[in-house]
């Protein structure tokens, strides 16, 4: 039922009251509840972004001239993501996140497509099945045709995206992981093919950007998948995923400053005079790019690495647990993302069933699997996480939900 306004005001006592009502029902993500959406670094980080954010909520990134301190953060945080991704020097910028990093990459990628290799006509672009569903949405912003290919192993095939690529191809992509399984695709493949047939090569990294250099660090063997390889010309990383920064904050990268030029929006023609962004978004919250500054340089190198190393415990642990309870986990996970399955159990049962005990996680529908991804938090909550689950394996029996849980 529609709400109208109030007519007088309210107490900010009295409306933080209410709030905290209203999220009575919320999922406990500070004790570990969750395993999407929320990635629990702790409570000094969350305490170092909030305040962070609080310093320049009211300030807009969308004026550089008027908030140069805005300007020298975001380009130091940046430059950070351009240090641990082989990246050169300048070529980036924050976006609001994933979805916006992934569209104006594919904004660079039409643009250069166009101007510089004089494509016309209908475009396209070629994914992985694998790749996430924001490269539809831009597509679809920009009527660009997706040509999804088969998986092999739950990893992008190669030769499979050769095949669907033609010359009105002006993207392909490799995930760095993908989602639905945590996987790294075959990056090297990708960009042997890219410099063989002059493509541009996207790594999505959404996920994997900001924690895929310090597992290396910490002793991983993590593939090449960023700017060391030459046939990569942009990348896509979100601060507020494994960066542990506040919501609202992602990073796009280019191989070079001439790339990069392609994402910019320049517009003088009206009364207003001429405006620069550099993302789809016009105003930039000043405290999504002030968090991410802080956060950043409050971990360093030691303390990202710390952090990571926390996820990827609990990562084999729970992967070893539900081995151990008949599951198989999908591929050879890495960072901080897993899948999970049984043939002879039904995962979207058992999802719902963790969810009366408190647990919210993803699934996977293809295959049905149960999907985690991971926080420092769930180091500490890894035991209960196991016994929980051979509880709703038992407890699921031959229920079978009507459709999987939907994510908005």
Excluded at 17 to 45: H, I, S
Excluded at 187 to 195: F, K, M, N, T, Y
Excluded at 243 to 267: N, Q
Excluded at 322 to 331: D, H, P
Aim: hydrophobic letters at 45%; charged letters at 20%; proline letters at 6%.
């Amino acid at each position: 039922m529609r709400q109208p306004l109030p007519e007088h005001g309210t107490g900010w006592s009295e409306l933080k009251d209410r709030m905290l009502g209203y999220a009575a029902g919320d999922v406990r993500w500070r004790e570990g509840k969750t395993a999407v959406y929320v990635f629990n670094a702790g409570p000094d980080v969350e305490q170092v972004q909030k305040e962070a954010y609080a310093l320049f909520q009211s300030e807009n990134g969308l004026g550089p001239a008027a908030f140069p301190s805005l300007k020298r953060m975001e380009e130091e945080v940046v430059g950070f993501g351009l240090g641990l991704l082989h990246g050169p020097e300048g070529a980036g910028a924050i976006t609001s996140g994933g979805t916006d990093s992934i569209t104006m990459a594919l904004k660079a990628a039409r643009d250069f497509a166009r101007k510089e290799r004089c494509v016309t006509g209908p475009l396209n672009i070629v994914v992985p099945r694998s790749a996430h569903p924001a490269f539809d949405k831009a597509c679809a912003i920009m009527e660009i045709e997706v040509r999804r290919t088969a998986l092999n192993d739950y990893l992008a095939d190669p030769e499979a995206m050769a095949a669907a690529a033609d010359a009105s191809t002006v993207m392909i992509v490799g995930s760095a992981p993908n989602f639905p399984f945590g996987l790294i695709d075959p990056i090297a493949a990708l960009s042997d093919l890219a410099l063989k047939r002059d493509l541009w090569l996207h790594v999505d990294a959404c996920v994997g950007g900001y924690i895929a250099p310090f597992v290396r660090m910490n002793g991983e063997a993590i593939a090449p998948f960023d700017f060391e390889l030459p046939g990569v010309r942009s990348m896509s990383a979100d601060l507020h995923k494994y960066g542990y920064c506040a919501k609202g904050a992602s990073t796009v990268f280019f191989r070079s400053k001439a790339l990069m030029d392609f994402m910019i929006f320049d517009f003088k023609d009206w009364p207003g005079g001429r405006m620069v962004t550099p993302t789809l978004a016009g105003t930039r919250p000043g405290g999504a790019i002030s968090a991410a500054w802080a956060v950043m340089n409050f971990l360093g190198v030691a303390g990202y690495r710390v952090k990571h190393a926390l996820v990827t415990e609990a990562r084999a642990k729970i992967a070893a647990g539900a081995e151990a309870l008949g599951f198989t986990v999908l591929g050879r996970p890495q960072l901080g993302l897993l899948a999970f399955t049984r043939a002879d159990a039904d995962c979207l049962a058992i999802w719902a069933k963790l969810r009366e005990r408190g647990w919210f996680s993803g699934v996977t529908t293809e295959p049905r699997s149960l999907h985690l991804m991971l926080s420092p938090i769930h180091a500490e909550v890894a035991d209960q996480y196991l016994a929980d689950l051979a509880w709703a394996l038992e407890a699921a029996g031959g229920a079978t939900p009507t459709e999987a849980p939907r994510y908005a």
